[in-house]
């Protein structure tokens, strides 16, 4: 059982994670500017779908390694923090950039909810970023291997359910804004690359418990 203060601290980390740009907040926002809050919350469901489906992968196999090879422990910590620098990196070179506006016509949800799956299982970065992430916030003294790593992947889809439901509500509303808060876009990069590299630096200091 993860204990209350990992959960904020990952929550917290997981919401600035999810209001990055990428392809699904891309997909998510430039759905809701051209059909609606209704479109965007349909593709957020497949997204999620998406989502969920990658933590119980991700689950299953580093339970597996950590309880077979208590080695990888370390080394999957290590590679994650490496990784999280790189993105930490990333987020501060990225360049903002500008959404879609064009109208398009409604469509049923089953299909929206198809193309948000899609959008989301096609990304292979979601695979890396589960594998570095999750075990950054797993405390081997705390219990259960998987029941610790599936408890954080759930909190990381409600959180960035919660982040990417906030863009889709904004955007649908305040495209204009969207298009022109080239210095709010500055400052989120600023914000989630030094999130990432505070998390880098813990998991330097820290190492498994005996």
């Not at 594998?131 to 409600?158: D, H, K, S, Y």
């Amino acid at each position: 059982m993860i204990s209350l203060s990992t959960a904020v601290a990952f929550g917290v980390l997981a919401f600035s994670m999810a209001l990055s740009p990428g392809p699904n907040l891309m997909y998510l926002a430039s759905r809701a500017i051209c059909q609606g809050y209704r479109a965007g919350f349909s593709s957020l469901a497949g997204v999620c779908t998406g989502m969920m489906a990658y933590v119980v992968v991700t689950a299953l196999g580093l339970s597996a390694i950590f309880d077979t090879v208590p080695l990888a422990y370390d080394v999957v910590r290590t590679l994650g923090a490496l990784y999280l620098v790189w993105l930490a990196i990333k987020a501060f070179r990225t360049p903002s950039r500008q959404l879609a506006t064009s109208e398009v016509a409604p469509e049923p949800f089953a299909v929206l909810f198809r193309r948000g799956l899609f959008t989301c299982i096609l990304n292979p970065k979601l695979v890396l970023m589960y594998g570095a992430l999750l075990p950054q916030f797993v405390q081997v003294e705390q219990g259960n291997v998987l029941c610790q790593t599936v408890q954080l992947g759930l909190l990381q889809v409600i959180a960035a359910a919660c982040a990417h439901s906030c863009v889709i509500l904004g955007a649908s509303r305040v495209a204009a804004i969207f298009r022109k808060a080239s210095n709010f876009a500055q400052l989120q990069r600023y914000i989630l690359g030094f999130s990432l590299l505070a998390v880098a630096a813990k998991l330097g200091l820290e190492r498994r418990p005996a």
